[in-house]
Nanobody, 121 residues
Framework: QVQLVESGGGSAQPGGSLRLSCAASGTNNRAYCLGWFRQFPGKGREFVAAISARGDFTDYGDSVKGRFTISRDNAKNTVYLQLSSLKPEDTAVYYC???????????????WGQGTQVTVS
């Protein structure tokens, strides 16, 4: 059973930074692509970032490119999202996701965490 548990959300001022973490438990998560989505109040979910199983490939949504950085530590089964230069429009619930392949396109994530709130104001 795959479990994804996010932490590190909270409040920040515009221009500030936060670091989200996601601890992945279950079977061999280090073999799979991990990523992040976010959901704005009253709207659908938006792709944020993804990182391949070995960390050799990353992908970012256009709205966060150059401001957010995804990384992973396979020894700790953890993926991170560093949020920098935050804007009020980054306010959302951030979800950790996992695919069933080492590399994944943005539609390939079938496992989702419970989400962590990020508020920028």
């Amino acid at each position: 059973q795959v479990q994804l548990v996010e932490s590190g959300g909270g409040s920040a001022q515009p221009g500030g930074s936060l670091r989200l973490s996601c601890a992945a438990s279950g079977t061999n998560n280090r073999a799979y692509c991990l990523g992040w989505f976010r959901q704005f109040p009253g709207k659908g979910r938006e792709f944020v970032a993804a990182i391949s199983a070995r960390g050799d490939f990353t992908d970012y949504g256009d709205s966060v490119k150059g401001r957010f950085t995804i990384s992973r530590d396979n020894a700790k089964n953890t993926v991170y999202l560093q949020l920098s230069s935050l804007k009020p429009e980054d306010t959302a619930v951030y979800y950790c996701v996992r695919s069933n392949s080492a590399y994944s396109d943005r539609d390939g994530f079938g496992y989702w965490g419970q989400g962590t709130q990020v508020t920028v104001s």
